[in-house]
């Protein structure tokens, strides 16, 4: 015996196409989504790191702001399209790996020195926000100058 839905919408919703176009405030959230996966997995060095650092609040809430602002900041890009953002390939990973983990480290440096000299929780918070945006801004710039260089500097191809 051969089962059958209960109307004819749920076999067309069973036949129909598997992958629909995200859009609109989904694509975004899928966006943010991959870009905390891409900041985590390659800052995860870093992230490591900190959990040693010496002043522990400032250093470990500038690190959050960072990953988040990353993240936030990776899906908007995504979202928008305002440039273009490199895709992941076996060239990109190392340079993911070691840029992703320098900018969470600077941010968090970063926040957490203004956090310690300034007294200031909302200064550590806007310079770790700074910087974590201006990484994002520059990263997809380093790989266009990578990609430009002769081809036997060129690795992983």
Same mark, same amino acid.
């Given at each position: 015996m051969r089962r059958r839905g209960t109307d004819g919408s749920t076999?067309?919703?069973? *036949?129909?196409?598997?992958?629909?176009?995200?859009? =609109? %405030?989904? !694509? @975004?959230?899928e966006g943010v989504f991959f870009g905390l996966a891409e900041v985590v997995v390659f800052g995860l060095p870093t992230l490591l790191a900190l959990l040693d650092a010496p002043f522990d609040a400032e250093s470990?809430?500038?690190?959050?702001? *960072?990953?988040?602002?990353?993240?936030?900041?990776? =899906? %908007?890009? !995504? @979202?928008?399209?305002?440039?273009?953002?490199?895709?992941?390939?076996y060239g990109t990973a190392l340079v993911r790996l070691v840029y992703h983990s320098l900018a969470i480290a600077l941010a968090a440096v970063g926040g957490a020195a203004v956090g310690v000299v300034a007294d200031s929780t909302v200064g550590s918070l806007v310079v770790a926000a700074l910087l974590s945006i201006g990484a994002v801004r520059l990263f997809s710039r380093l790989v266009a100058v990578?990609?430009?260089l002769p081809p036997w500097w060129q690795w992983g191809q």
């Open positions: 076999e067309r919703r069973k *036949a129909g196409p598997r992958t629909t176009r995200k859009e =609109g %405030t989904e !694509r @975004w959230i470990k809430f500038a690190a959050l702001v *960072a990953v988040t602002t990353l993240s936030l900041t990776i =899906g %908007t890009i !995504r @979202w928008s399209a305002s440039f273009d953002w490199p895709s992941l390939s990578l990609e430009r």
